[in-house]
């Protein structure tokens, strides 16, 4: 399976503390995709990292990504009780570029 | 609210039943496609429409027949269906299909959740 794995597969944590998530891939890529998707709802694109690019922030997000190891990391600051949601990673192979290959899932419990 | 529509919500049919899902964005994107997803895991891409050409089927069972009528519009009908194809279907759109434009991201609806009695 090309399918990217997610650690962890869960995580719960209180607010204000960091959440982070990582994502690891198989295949060599354009670039790497972070989704959010609340329960029972579509899938929100949260941040898109190029494969030449190391770092990128957004807001409370920070994302990094490691081409040599094939993995990414997601970290969320000061985590809030609406950041409560599934996390996918999502890579866009480079030499078969019409699919996103989503990563297998971190669901992440955050407590007020 | 997001700019990509899908109707119904919710769908529940017995195996013998004729259905369609409906999806709309009015963003001017060109690329649509339908994923699967069943509780608990990632979406799985099952089909890619590109300039209303069917670009990419993910080999999926041709009880599930996807329709492009227009540029804003993507439909899936739905016939003879099975219990496993229980889940939540997902349409999504991006400005370009990925493999014109990999950088971009997908606009997705909130689904269909469909249930096969």
């Known amino acids: 399976s090309q399918q990217g794995e997610e650690d962890p597969q869960a995580l719960s944590i209180q607010e204000g503390e960091n959440a982070t998530m990582n994502c690891s891939y198989k295949?060599?890529?354009?670039?790497l995709q972070w989704y959010r998707q609340n329960s029972g709802r579509g899938l929100v694109h949260l941040i898109l990292i190029r494969s030449n690019e190391r770092e990128k922030h957004s807001g409370r997000l920070r994302v990094t990504l490691d081409t040599s190891k094939k993995s990414s990391s997601l970290l969320i600051t000061a985590s809030r009780a609406a950041d409560t949601a599934s996390y996918f990673c999502a890579t866009n192979d480079k030499y078969n570029t019409d699919k996103l290959i989503f990563g297998t899932g971190t669901r992440l419990q955050v407590f007020p | 609210d997001t700019e990509v529509t899908q109707t119904p919500k919710h769908l529940v049919m017995g195996m013998t039943n004729k259905k369609s899902l409906k999806c709309e964005q009015h963003m001017g994107h060109r690329a649509m496609y339908w994923y699967k997803q069943k509780a608990k895991k990632p979406p799985e891409l099952m089909f890619v429409y590109s300039y209303e050409k069917l670009s990419i089927n993910e080999s999926v069972p041709s009880r599930f027949s996807p329709e492009c009528p227009n540029s804003s519009l993507l439909n899936l009908h739905l016939h003879a269906l099975q219990p496993e194809d229980s889940a939540l279907y997902l349409c999504?759109?991006?400005?370009?299909?990925?493999?014109?434009?990999?950088?971009?991201?997908?606009?997705f609806g909130d689904g269909t959740r469909l249930s096969i009695l």
């Open positions: 999504a759109s991006s400005q370009d299909r990925q493999g014109v434009n990999s950088n971009q991201p997908q606009h």
């Open positions: 295949t060599s890529i354009n670039n």
